[in-house]
């Protein structure tokens, strides 16, 4: 083939029947297999209706139309098997790596669409008993990647850093070693770091 050739195509439709064909033409070496970047991460709230969508609106206008099937986490969504995927009120448990797969007459398309992220309130919930030694344990709940500090006073005045991070998933336990040395302790978290 030469640059600027031209090629006319003909197709015949059964029993005389006219559509709109589309080809797609590959000239010159394919490209070189290379790592596949990760999905994009979608953070939503919690609640918040979002909608991820599989392909383009080319790929879903094919004839025969593909079929699709989604994925969360590698577990089948129920249900799930149209070219978007809506999530109308995520929680927690709807949070992870969504993925679609499209069959074609033509083979087998895995799409990693998206990782999603819900993202929720801060809580703090202290657990029922003192550890051996005077420790305390705190629940935290949030949204993974979010900053966090968590600070205690015994008095409502004199507040202290107790731990200051990156939530690493949606619940952490944290420990207050000090706290024995008090007969009472307040807690308290915030978004941001201290002043």
């Known amino acids: 083939m030469n640059a600027g050739q031209r090629f006319l195509v003909v197709a015949d439709g059964i029993q005389g029947e006219t559509c709109v064909l589309r080809i797609n033409w590959l000239i010159g070496d394919p490209a070189k297999p290379g790592s596949i970047p990760p999905p994009p991460i979608v953070r939503v709230n919690e609640g918040e209706a979002t ?25 089948l969504v129920p249900g799930a098997n149209n070219p978007g995927l809506d999530l109308p009120g995520p929680s ?27 993202k929720i309130p801060f809580s703090l919930v202290g657990l029922p008993d003192r550890l051996p030694d005077g420790i305390f344990d705190l629940q935290v709940s949030g949204t993974p990647g979010d900053p966090f500090t968590i600070q205690s006073t015994p008095d409502f005045f004199g507040w ?18 000090n706290a024995g040395f008090n007969p009472v302790r307040f807690y308290r978290i915030s978004s941001t770091p201290p002043p």
């Not at 992870?96 to 797969?101: E, M, Q």
């Not at 690493?168 to 336990?173: A, H, L, Q, W």
């Open 92 to 118: 927690v448990h709807d949070a992870g790596l969504y993925y679609v797969v499209i069959t074609t007459p033509f083979g087998i398309i895995t799409n990693y669409v998206a990782t999603v992220e819900v």
């Open 51 to 75: 909608s991820l969508p599989a392909v383009d609106d080319v790929s879903t206008n094919a004839v025969p139309p593909p079929t699709y099937q989604w994925y969360r986490d590698r577990f």
């Open 160 to 177: 202290s850093g107790l731990v200051i991070g990156t939530m690493p998933g949606y619940t952490i336990t944290v420990s207050d070693t």
